[in-house]
Structures are given as C-alpha cells and as structure tokens.
C-alpha cells in the first residue's frame, strides 16, 4: 500500500472515531481533517511512524515563515498531537513527535463584534419569503441566545416546538455537552414566523430546523453565505458572520449585566477564561464613550 493510501487509511480512521467515540461535530471532524491533510502535504511522502520532533519544528517553522500565526498553528498542533495519539493506541506506533512542541506566541486578537445598532440591523430583516424568513429566524437566534454555527445547524424542529413555549432552547454543544439558554420575545416571533412557512422549502420527513434550497438540513457554509448577503444589503459589513453574532450577543449582555458566569454559561464555555476575552472588548467600548464625552479625556493640543 502506498503512503498516501496508509495516511487516507489513518485520516478515515481517526474520523470515525472522532465522529463515533468522541461525538465531535462534523463541522470540527472537517476541520481537523483539514489540518491533519496539512501534515501530509508537508512530510511529503514520508511515513507517518518516521516523523520526529525535527521534522514536526521545521514544519512549524515553514507554516510560520509562510505568514500562519500562532493561534492557527497552536491548533494545527493540537491536531497533529491528537492523531499520533490515536496512532499510538490504534496502530502501533511508538512515539508522538509532536509532544512537548509549542507554537510561537502571537498578539491575541480581539474578537470582532457589532455595535448594538449595527446588530438590530443585522437581524431585523425585511423578510417576506419562505428562505428570507428562514435567515431571520437564524439570525435572531445567534443574536438572541449566542449559539455557534454547528449548533444552530444541528436543530431539530419538533425539540424547537417543544421549547418556544418556554422561552429557551435547548443546544448541545462542543464535547456533546447540553445547554439550555433563553430564546428573547424578538427571536420567538422570528421562529414562529419561520416554522409557519417551513413546509413550503422543507422535504417530507425532513426532521432539521432549518433547512436550504433542496430541502434538506441546511449546511455551514451556506449560513456563512447567506450572513455575508445579508449584512452587504443591510449596510452592516461585508465580512459579518455567525460568530460575529455570537460575540455581539456575548458582549451586549456583558456591558448589559455585567455577569461574566452567566455569560460563560449560556456561551457553553468549558472555562470562565475563555469568557473573559469579552471584558476586554468592554472595556474597550466603555473607553470610546469616556474619550467621547468627558471633558478631561483628551489631551489638549
């Protein structure tokens, strides 16, 4: 068997068990196999069991000179890492070249969000279709309830039903972890709205959501699509897409109450660390409005 056809063999493996033991989403199965594909490309024809720790560096060191920063390569990392762990316990193998390799650090990025002007613009659609109504609806409920792509996506109708009622919806997230987080009245009248027309794109027997233009589960990219359409005609920005949603949501209800746990937990975050990068982008919105309106916030020229 040739070493592409061995690596396909781990990389279909390692899928599978991702899928089927770990329960990780499709969307973040992909996404790993992207990065594992990257590995590939880079040993150039070399045997998976022959890497060392110098050929993982380097490769680290010519993704890094290629421009990749170090947030993308900590994950590419990570990835490989969990691979040749699986390799080891599956097939053999008898070392992890990747153990004890850190990425170079870069600058942590902020995360980009709308202002709540530009978020209100973003959902208050003028939908008056069957797909128009669908995109409210997804977009109110990113707004609304801070869900991540994979889970909106992974919706069903009839749970959705069940829990209109009571004002929240039930999500499962990373690591097949559920939560339950409020739905606002704005998202309720959205969802509504959307599931009295839902029969006209849906496929008989269809059990998702929300669905696209052939009737099936709607996919990832074209949510991503629709939100990069949408947020042009609305004048929001050409480059809005769900996870902007997302961090609006998180960051309006921050300045909002200023609870951080209650915001890691509707966000579903593992650790309140991860949460806090939103009181950094508070602090930054408090310190537009101080240099904005106090008399003393400016240096005189």
């Not at 339950?180 to 794109?201: K, M």
């Amino acid at each position: 068997m040739s070493n592409t056809a061995t690596n396909q063999k781990y990389l279909q493996g390692y899928l599978a068990w991702l899928l089927n033991e770990k329960r990780y989403s499709k969307l973040t199965a992909e996404s790993y196999a992207h990065d594992l594909k990257n590995l590939f490309e880079l040993s150039a024809g070399t045997p998976l069991g022959d890497l060392k720790v110098q050929h993982i560096r380097r490769y680290i060191g010519q993704l890094h000179s290629g421009g990749l920063g170090g947030r993308s390569l900590s994950r590419l990392l990570s990835a490989w890492r969990g691979f040749y762990n699986y390799l080891l316990r599956d097939h053999g193998f008898d070392s992890n070249p990747c153990i004890g390799l850190r990425a170079p650090k870069s600058a942590k990025a902020l995360p980009q969000v709308l202002s709540p002007d530009q978020a209100i613009r973003m959902v208050d659609l003028p939908a008056d279709t069957p797909d128009g109504l669908r995109d409210k609806a997804m977009f109110e409920l990113f707004y609304s309830s801070g869900l991540r792509l994979a889970e909106l996506v992974d919706l069903n109708a009839d749970a959705m039903c069940a829990n209109i009622p009571a004002g929240e919806v039930r999500v499962t997230g990373k690591g097949q972890k559920t939560r339950i987080v409020p739905l606002g009245s704005c998202a309720i009248a959205a969802l509504q709205n959307w599931l009295d027309v839902r029969s006209q794109l849906a496929n008989a027997g269809e059990i998702a959501l929300f669905v696209g233009s052939r009737g099936a589960r709607i996919s990832p990219r074209v949510v991503q699509l629709r939100m990069k359409q949408w947020g042009i005609k609305q004048g929001v920005t050409s480059n809005v897409h769900p996870h902007v949603l997302r961090h609006s949501f998180a960051t309006h209800v921050l300045q909002s109450s200023g609870d951080l746990r209650a915001v890691q937990e509707m966000l579903g975050h593992a650790s309140i660390s991860t949460t806090q990068v939103y009181t950094h982008l508070d602090y930054q919105y408090l310190s537009k409005i101080y240099d904005a309106a106090h008399p003393r916030a400016k240096r005189k020229s």
